[in-house]
Nanobody, 124 residues
Framework: QVQLVESGGGQVQPGASLKLSCTPL????????MAWFRQAPGKEREFVSA????????FYADSVKGRFTISRDNAENTVDLQMNGLKPEDTATYYC?????????????????WGQGTQVTVSS
């Protein structure tokens, strides 16, 4: 079993920055990919970014490329999502996810474990 604990989030103005962190607990050695998804009210959960277990490969949705950065902090045992240049359309609940499959996917159905979600609101 794997548990994912998220932190960060909040309410900021357009153009501001936020950092989300996800701490995986339990059988973390089985995780192949870690990812962030987001879900806005009335919309489906969508892929934001992913990173391989060794941190060498990263992936981004076109909507966040160049603004968001995913990384692994081995000292803190976290997977972080640094979000810069936030826009109102980034407003959503953000979820950390873990995939045990060795095959990269942007499909939420591929991910085996999920965090509880953290709210990000971008508003003036």
């Amino acid at each position: 079993q794997v548990q994912l604990v998220e932190s960060g989030g909040g309410q900021v103005q357009p153009g501001a920055s936020l950092k989300l962190s996800c701490t995986p607990l339990g059988r973390t050695f089985s995780i192949q990919y870690m990812a962030w998804f987001r879900q806005a009210p009335g919309k489906e959960r969508e892929f934001v970014s992913a990173i391989t277990s060794n941190g060498q490969n990263t992936f981004y949705a076109d909507s966040v490329k160049g603004r968001f950065t995913i990384s692994r902090d081995n000292a803190e045992n976290t997977v972080d999502l640094q979000m810069n240049g936030l826009k109102p359309e980034d407003t959503a609940t953000y979820y950390c996810a873990a995939d045990l499959s060795p095959y990269y996917s942007r499909n939420r159905k591929s991910y085996d474990y999920w965090g509880q979600g953290t709210q990000v609101t971008v508003s003036s």
